[in-house]
């Protein structure tokens, strides 16, 4: 992984645990925002994700396009207060990797359209703080920072 | 209040459409806005032009672009109504009439409903006002063309690296 673009923080998922940094596990880079915060204690997150190295698409391909306006449309609003924040994970500046979701409450996790890509892993986190969620309808990333981080603001 | 180009719209605190309270200007994020403000669900004319806009959304999705309605619509109403269009950007609700008065957009016409006037601006990401549309009468809205030519001019200002 390249050095860090600004907006970016770093994550590592094993298949079972999430802890800040690279390792143990596979590193992913994360909307800083989620990080940066007061973290919620207990929070669940659902991590759309593999361990495994060779798990991964191209943001740009149609279905992960797709998940960021299913993310838009309606996976956020049915959240409502529930959500804490939401990340996709990125490898690179081009290479998507999956998604977390991280919620106060437990809510029907087979309803994230992000599972459609990499299944779903639920965990107990407290790693992650409050993000107003994403305005939309941009679904493209800013410099390469994991959607919905990032911005070109000076 | 003076809306007219050059002058800096407010940065409006409003609920969105999930009765989260949000800024115009965390909205924006650094992006230049098509900002519109529509009577309500129930008007034929706003249904219409809700449907362009939200044709729309796949260009502004590609775009660094946002788009955002606000309304008198209650929260809940603004969600169904987004669903049922099909909408990713997000809707303001001042069902409360926080930011009406102050922004002289009332519909004085409508006494039922007392709504916002149809009008559309189109912004810098520091909510300068580019250029603003009277749509009392529906000609007056900003067209799919309009909105894509401010977008560009407002583009083409703020992005240093854009060339013509």
New interface residues.
Partial sequence: MSALPRGAAQLAFDGAGLVAGTTPGRGFMVDARCLQGEPVRGAYAHVCALADADASLEFDQPEVQQVR?DA???W??LL??ALISITTLALDEARYGGAITVTREPVDWDDDPFARIFPGTLLRSDLFCVV??P??????R?GGVAWPGG???? | MKLEPGSAFPDLDLPDHTGRERRLSELAAGDPVALVFSRGWWCPKEQRHLRELTALQDEFEVAYTRIVVVSIDAPEVQAAFRAGLGARFTFLSDAERRWLPRLGLLEESDTLHEPYRPTAFTLHPDLAVHRAYDGYWYWGRPTSEDLRQDMRAISRAVREDFRT
Avoid: K, M, N
Wanted: hydrophobic letters at 45%; zero cysteines.
């Fill in positions: 306006r838009l449309a309606w956020i609003p409502g207060d107003p969620p305005a939309g309808p941009v679904i493209e800013y911005s070109f603001a000076t």
